[in-house]
């Protein structure tokens, strides 16, 4: 008989809620608390939790609390469990400076619903997600390759960043264009006292662009506190960009404006998009050398170079203990990604599926 797995969830609003029950559904028994304790009895009777509180046997715990009680409950998880620690928080670099132990591994599931709290529990919330992980040097390759693999269970993308890479870059992706969306949503409020009708003209492109701004508040006061800086850096571009936008559009130079609208609408088009075909993905099988940090950095690697990976495993070589990264990548890709690995000094082979 099988040994079920464990897993205790510290956080339950809409990212915990999901985990619990996509972990529950793959038969983990599953453990949780919040500091709402409503919230933790609404679990327990709806079966989203087996057991209240911290469970010590947990081979993982994930916390999802608000970024600014990240370290504390990530360092409570570590004393009172033995197995991986990982969090949700769209912040990554201040609980990377404050946690150094090798079971930590920083994460952030960029995912998410209109609905909040348990309500919005939801197992295939991460289906087809970018879910980033965010190690440092302390942090341990069995870890980070344990917590991919669960990930990756759960039917999301893995990305790993360096954690004030992720900051960086999640300020452009997703904290700026809330500020924005909540800006622009504010201005279209203060107009519509003066012309009634003109939320009523609100087409799907403005409902579309300023959904993100019916988030909870009190998450995003918490978020714009811990990742202030880059915050501020995106919204200085961005105020830039408006800037010169509108200076095209003062003197009709429609010569600008044309190139900023096509150099916009090119970029769009070049976002990248989910992989299916087996035809156009090749197989890259990495032994992993003996050095911390080592099967993080394949990760932290392909994120650089802008190498997706849909999938991937770990495996044990039949020299010993040394383990194997299996990564899929598109096949147009393999080149790049397999250059920059041997310049790293991994020694990766590369077989497309097709052949």
């Given at each position: ?49 087996a057991h209240q509180g911290i469970d010590a046997e947990s081979e993982l715990t994930f916390v999802a609390v608000p970024v600014t009680a990240l370290t504390e409950q990530v360092q409570r998880a570590l004393q009172e469990t033995q197995g991986i620690v990982t969090d949700v928080g769209s912040v ?31 197992p295939e919330l991460f289906v087809g997600a970018v879910w980033v992980l965010t190690p440092t040097a302390s942090t341990s390759d069995s870890a980070f390759a344990s917590i991919a693999a669960i990930v990756s269970d759960l039917g999301a993308e893995v990305v790993g960043l360096e954690p004030e ?191």
């Amino acid at each position: 008989m099988v040994t079920p797995r464990r897993v205790t969830v510290l956080g339950l609003g809409l990212i915990g809620g999901s985990i619990c029950v996509a972990l529950r559904d793959r038969g983990w028994i599953v453990s949780g608390d919040d500091h709402n304790q409503d919230r933790v009895a609404e679990a327990l009777q709806r079966g989203i939790i087996a057991h209240q509180g911290i469970d010590a046997e947990s081979e993982l715990t994930f916390v999802a609390v608000p970024v600014t009680a990240l370290t504390e409950q990530v360092q409570r998880a570590l004393q009172e469990t033995q197995g991986i620690v990982t969090d949700v928080g769209s912040v990554k670099a201040g609980v990377a400076r404050e946690i150094s132990n090798a079971r930590f591994v920083g994460g952030h599931p960029m995912a998410g619903s209109e609905l909040e709290g348990l309500d919005g529990a939801d197992p295939e919330l991460f289906v087809g997600a970018v879910w980033v992980l965010t190690p440092t040097a302390s942090t341990s390759d069995s870890a980070f390759a344990s917590i991919a693999a669960i990930v990756s269970d759960l039917g999301a993308e893995v990305v790993g960043l360096e954690p004030e890479r992720h900051d960086e870059l999640v300020a452009v992706v997703s904290h700026v264009p809330h500020l924005t969306a909540a800006t622009l949503m504010g201005v279209a409020s203060s107009r519509a006292t003066e012309h009634a009708a003109l939320l009523r003209l609100a087409a799907g492109g403005f409902r579309d662009m300023t959904r993100i701004a019916s988030g909870h508040p009190t998450i995003w006061l918490d978020i714009c506190a811990e990742n202030r800086t880059a915050i501020i850096n995106t919204l200085s571009s961005l105020i830039d960009g408006l800037s010169g936008m509108r200076d095209a559009v003062a003197t009709g130079d429609r010569t600008e404006l044309s190139r900023r609208l096509t150099l916009a609408r090119d970029a769009r088009a070049n976002l990248p998009s989910r992989m299916k075909a087996l035809e156009e993905l090749s197989e890259v099988r990495i032994p992993i050398p003996d050095r911390p940090g080592a099967a993080a950095e394949v990760f932290t690697l392909a994120a650089e170079l802008g190498v997706n990976i849909p999938n991937f495993e770990v495996v044990h070589s039949v020299e010993g203990d040394r383990g194997i990264a299996v990564v899929l990548v598109e096949t147009s890709q393999a080149e790049l990604f397999r250059g920059g690995l041997m310049a790293r000094g991994f020694r990766p082979a590369v077989q497309r599926l097709a052949e």
